[in-house]
């Protein structure tokens, strides 16, 4: 089955700066890679999305690339605010539709 | 904030016990997708539910049992619970596209 490998595990930045945090999977079926929210105690929330027919989308400060030949997918923030902390989750989806998500990215932006 | 809904919020069950939690799909989301999201990982597929059907299921037991009603809502049901079974169970939606909708969630605690 797929494995999705997401790092790093933390990410701490300055307000302002950017954070990168990247995705490896296993499947090359895998067409989709939605990215996810999570602040504490609340539900998963879709930020951004690509499909393996794109390398790169962006909205606003949030922009993912892909590289299908790699296998990796990455997830972009520029000018962090301290609103962005939260836990950032990957996932790798195929013509099945049975999501893997990576283990999370705990993201802290310190004012 | 999206239309899917789940109950109860928490929940404290001893070991060997049963538990049903329930899904409310969001208007026009037909298929419905279960997930065991233990604390500090992500979110783990058990299984989906396309109009009434089961049509993709994870790693799980056959313990983790599901369904689908006619008005898309969802049962999540486990049966002899293990202490292990204590995580956050969340349930997503979606209308046939790639992008799901998640519910709050719900907590369950195994004693």
């Known amino acids: 089955g797929e494995n999705v490998e997401q790092h790093p595990s933390t990410l701490s930045v300055q307000e302002g700066d950017s954070a990168v945090i990247k995705c490896t999977y296993s499947?090359?079926?895998?067409?989709?890679f939605p990215w996810y929210k999570q602040e504490l105690g609340k539900r998963p929330q879709l930020i951004i999305d690509?499909?393996?027919?794109?390398g790169e989308k962006k909205d606003q400060r949030i922009a993912v690339t892909l590289n299908k030949t790699a296998k990796h997918f990455s997830l972009h923030i520029t000018e962090t605010q301290p609103e962005d902390s939260a836990v950032y989750f990957c996932?790798?989806?195929?013509?099945?539709?049975?999501?893997?998500f990576g283990r999370g990215t705990s993201l802290i932006v310190h004012p | 904030e999206t239309g899917v809904t789940q109950s109860p919020t928490h929940l404290i069950k001893t070991r060997g016990q049963q538990v049903t939690l329930r899904c409310s799909s969001q208007?026009?989301?037909?298929?419905v997708s279960w997930y065991q999201q233990a604390l500090g990982q992500g979110p783990q597929f058990i299984f989906q539910?396309?109009?009434?059907?089961?049509?993709g299921r994870g790693n799980f037991p056959p313990r983790f049992s599901g369904l689908q009603f006619p008005n898309y809502s969802s049962e999540l049901n486990v049966n002899a619970l293990e202490l292990d079974d204590s995580a956050l169970y969340l349930c997503?939606?979606?209308?046939?596209?790639?992008?799901?909708?998640f519910g709050p969630g719900t907590r369950l605690t195994v004693t």
């Open positions: 996932a790798a989806i195929g013509g099945s539709y049975i999501p893997t």
């Open positions: 997503a939606t979606r209308a046939g596209g790639d992008e799901q909708y």
């Open positions: 499947d090359s079926a895998s067409n989709y």
């Open positions: 690509i499909r393996s027919n794109v």
């Open positions: 539910y396309y109009r009434e059907e089961e049509n």
């Open positions: 208007s026009g989301h037909n298929t």
